[in-house]
């Protein structure tokens, strides 16, 4: 320790540090060249790297000496250095040689009017410090990456994140092997991936996503061995899943969702275990789901496969997935049954199989359709049901017609002169009923078909079945499409055990009516 530092203490020694005139003078200059010319940093902040510190801007002794090693433009911070309509990098910048940071956040707003482009030169004489590069959410940052950011060898952070930027990606790029961590997300980046990213060997992060890239997957990609989160959504790759991403056996996200890979599923896909989540959905992948064993997968939250044109059947082994949270498959054309394991998956919260084939009996307990409520979809699989037992519980899968209502259609088929199970021909009695018909789908249409019957029958009803009947009118939708009242399908039950027989057979002229039966045999009885 410093004999100054020993009989002043070091608060005291650092605030008696002078910064180096060069140093603030430069840093006065690079700043006002962003915020505007009224900004006077000598008056509002004469010791920036002491007493009056600047919002955004850290400093490091050097030799006795402060120096700038971090500059932050743009609201990240109370007190912020914001932005002007009008900016531009003065060469001051490239002065601050100590900075390892340098960040712009919301700070090129304006696209149209006042567009900046990342200036090419000089960005060399940052190279044997500068860590951190980020531009984010820089709409007015424009044109392409200049070459000179190859130059930036000791960088760990690049993150040119929702600009306007644009080019193909640049291959020197490649050239920073000590990057951990590129996001090149949500710009205007178009062509292929360059395959010598692949030698980024200590790469964590990988986002490009949000781009117009196409192409294929480079194969050099399997050998970014530390790799823990890659992102390529939302852009237009081709080609199959390459099988060398099983090197990948660090990865906890794999995001590949809306581009148009195809090619079925890799069966490497089975041997990154270290998956968290899988999210592929929306891209004619194709093939089934059979031919991974996905027990091996044991850390994985996310599993979303939804509109890939999976066919088969689901296998059981998905239901191994003890860590599993999300599980999507709608969009597809799975058949087949759903195994009742599935809802034995301890922290499954949504489970969306809707816009399938699959058919037949659905086994799981009210219980579980209370929890999930519309988060397990069903609905658009025409020939799956559920046991009819469950309406009366309340908790009947959304969208799903009970299981015996092919007899009960066929029955109102015969009893009726009109024909009126097709839904189009009764959809004055359902409007009557104040129900859109763009908000009747599924087990719904029969429901009401025969609901209204009775509601328009001549025939007198006793009293117990009026108040279901207004019960049911109360129930309306909302403004959204919902049904206002969760128990209408156990009002509605009701009236459909009595129409058929109204409906069946004319009343006896000397009954007044029907009456509910409370014997509880849920039929009803002559009055």
């Not at 080019?167 to 980046?189: D, Q």
């Not at 990948?248 to 148009?260: A, Q, S, V």
Request: net charge neutral; proline share 6%; glycine share 10%.
């Amino acid at each position: 320790m410093s004999l100054g530092v020993w009989c002043y203490g070091e608060a005291d020694y650092n605030d008696a540090v002078p910064m180096e005139e060069g140093e603030k003078t430069a840093l006065y200059s690079a700043i006002q060249g962003f915020v505007g010319n009224w900004w006077n940093g000598s008056d509002l902040y004469p010791d920036p790297c002491g007493w009056t510190p600047v919002q955004g801007v850290s400093c490091d002794l050097f030799d006795g000496l402060w120096y700038v090693t971090a500059l932050s433009i743009g609201p990240l911070l109370d007190n912020y250095l914001d932005c002007a309509p009008i900016v531009e990098f003065r060469p001051q910048l490239f002065e601050l040689k100590h900075l390892k940071s340098l960040t712009f956040f919301s700070c090129f707003v304006s696209p149209h009017e006042h567009p900046i482009i990342i200036p090419s030169k000089n960005w060399e004489k940052l190279a044997g410090n500068l860590e951190t590069l980020e531009f984010r959410s820089n709409p007015g940052l424009i044109g392409k990456v200049p070459s000179s950011f190859g130059s930036l060898i000791r960088l760990q952070s690049l993150v040119l994140l929702e600009n306007g930027l644009t080019g193909e990606l640049p291959r020197n790029v490649g050239n920073l092997t000590k990057l951990k961590r590129l996001v090149l997300a949500a710009n205007r980046f178009y062509g292929r991936i360059p395959d010598n990213f692949g030698g980024l060997n200590e790469l964590l992060i990988l986002d490009l996503s949000r781009n117009l890239l196409s192409g294929s997957l480079p194969l050099t990609l399997g050998g970014l061995s530390s790799l823990l989160k890659l992102d390529l959504s939302n852009n237009q790759l081709v080609g199959s899943l390459p099988a060398v991403m099983c090197y990948m056996k660090n990865l906890t996200l794999l995001d590949l969702r809306n581009n148009r890979f195809s090619g079925g599923l890799t069966k490497s896909l089975q041997e990154m275990y270290s998956l968290e989540e899988m999210a592929l959905s929306n891209n004619p992948i194709g093939g089934d789901l059979q031919g991974l064993e996905w027990h091996s997968l044991q850390n994985l939250v996310v599993l979303d496969l939804s509109n890939t044109g999976l066919t088969g059947e689901i296998p059981e082994s998905i239901a191994e997935l003890k860590r599993l949270r999300f599980l999507g498959l709608r969009g597809n054309r799975l058949t087949g049954n759903l195994s009742p394991k599935l809802a034995t998956l301890p922290c499954v919260s949504a489970l969306y199989l809707d816009g399938n084939n699959l058919t037949g009996e659905l086994k799981f307990s009210g219980w579980f359709y209370g929890k999930m409520g519309r988060r397990f979809g069903a609905w658009n699989n025409p020939n799956l049901c559920y046991p009819v037992g469950l309406v009366s519980t309340g908790h009947a899968p959304y969208g799903v017609k009970p299981c015996q209502q092919e007899v009960s259609l066929v029955e109102a088929t015969t009893n009726s002169k009109s024909g009126d199970d097709n839904f189009n021909q009764n959809s004055h009695l359902v409007a009557s009923l104040g129900f859109p018909s763009y908000v009747i789908d599924g087990f719904w249409r029969f429901y009401l078909v025969q609901a209204s019957r009775v509601l328009h029958s001549p025939r007198k009803i006793g009293l117990e079945e009026d108040t279901l009947a207004e019960r049911v009118r109360s129930s309306m939708t909302d403004t959204c499409g919902d049904m206002k009242d969760p128990n209408m399908h156990k009002h509605v039950t009701r009236l459909i055990m009595i129409c058929p027989l109204c409906l069946a057979r004319p009343s006896p002229t000397s009954s007044p009516g029907l009456k509910w039966n409370k014997s509880g045999n849920h039929g009803i009885m002559d009055a």
